[in-house]
């Protein structure tokens, strides 16, 4: 070969070289939107999105970044299908948004007395569904980086003490639909679906009586002045599910050795996250629903049977529905509350 090939020959090599290089910079480097539509100054979005944004950066060493939109990039029930679909990058939401049954086994975490702690029951759902129920297939197309429950739901009303099941018949009540909607109707209200920004509105106007919602959530869409008392059974009325995913090719997209370490500050680690800045939110909530004047009191024994009795016939159902599929419902019920300690 003469001097003049072989300087060639270099040269190719070292311009392959130089071109390889240059895509892996660019692969390695990545910024990825999430699509936020709770307010930006949500406790949820201040104490744990964020936070978990900032720890993509922090372990992945600047190669993934997240940015957190301070607009969502479309209406919350559709945030599911915008990561599936590459609208955005990452998303979270409610699984009862979603109207139709592709979640159907999610509906473990949002049934009656499943967890006072909302760190404890968010820990418990991700280990129980992931593992139990299988969640990552009922999660097309995405990446599933997080699962995860609010505190406590209770029934907050302006009309009356709810004190028999007779009181509940014909109050409207903002449900977030799935469970919770099944059963105040069983309980003989009228349910209306909405997401949570619609109920300041609504319920000011007196288009509804009162709203299946957290602590948190009276004072983060500040409800106070329209609610005068707030029922609670042990372990919550009420519970909602929530999924945090990632488009699936944009995941495919990172390193391994990214994706590893994504992995190691989601899932569980964001479940205790999210959980714990419930938790917070919940107790600071509290606080100024005291102020407010509103009473929070327990269901009365007679309730609290009637609401037993209506909760287990779902349950029921729904273990019923789920063992079609080979899944035993009824075990993963006792293991997750078992994991949250809640006795009713």
Do not use: C
């Not at 990039?73 to 049954?101: E, K, N, Q, R």
């Not at 086994?105 to 418990?124: E, L, V």
């Not at 280990?127 to 739901?153: M, N, R, W």
Request: proline fraction near 4%; aromatic fraction near 10%.
């Amino acid at each position: 070969m003469t001097n003049r090939l072989k300087g060639f020959t270099l040269f190719l090599a070292s311009a392959a070289t130089a071109t390889l290089t240059l895509s892996s910079a660019v692969a390695a480097d990545t910024t990825l939107a999430l699509s936020s539509w709770l307010p930006p100054r949500h406790p949820i979005v201040v104490g744990a999105i964020k936070p978990w944004a900032d720890q993509v950066e922090e372990a992945t060493e600047g190669r993934v970044k997240i940015r957190v939109l301070t607009k969502p990039l479309g209406v919350p029930p559709a945030h599911f299908d915008m990561a599936a679909d590459g609208v955005a990058d990452i998303t979270y939401g409610l699984h009862s948004f979603t109207t139709d049954d592709r979640f159907e086994r999610s509906r473990i975490g949002q049934f009656s007395f499943i967890g006072d702690d909302a760190a404890t029951a968010s820990r418990a759902f991700w280990d129980v569904y992931t593992g139990q129920l299988d969640a990552q297939s009922e999660h097309e197309d995405v990446k599933l980086l997080g699962l995860f429950v609010h505190g406590p739901g209770l029934l907050h009303n302006n009309v009356r003490k709810i004190e028999t099941p007779e009181d509940i018949h014909g109050l409207k009540i903002r449900v977030p639909g799935g469970y919770i909607s099944d059963l105040m109707s069983d309980l003989g209200a009228e349910t209306l679906f909405m997401s949570s920004g619609e109920v300041y509105e609504k319920l000011s106007r007196g288009v509804i009586d009162g709203v299946a919602f957290t602590y948190e959530a009276l004072t983060a869409f500040k409800l106070t002045e329209d609610i005068k008392y707030s029922m609670r059974v042990p372990g919550g009325l009420y519970n909602t599910t929530w999924f945090r995913v990632m488009n699936e090719g944009k995941w495919n997209g990172i390193s391994p050795g990214d994706q590893a370490a994504i992995e190691a500050i989601s899932g569980p680690a964001f479940a205790e996250l999210v959980g714990a800045a419930w938790n917070d939110a919940d107790a600071a909530a509290i606080e100024k629903i005291d102020a407010a004047g509103i009473e929070i009191y327990d269901a009365p024994g007679p309730l609290l049977d009637e609401i037993r009795s209506k909760a287990a016939a779902h349950e029921q159902v729904w273990a019923e529905a789920i063992a079609e599929d080979g899944f035993d419902g009824t075990a993963a019920l006792e293991t997750l509350r078992a994991r949250t300690g809640v006795s009713y």
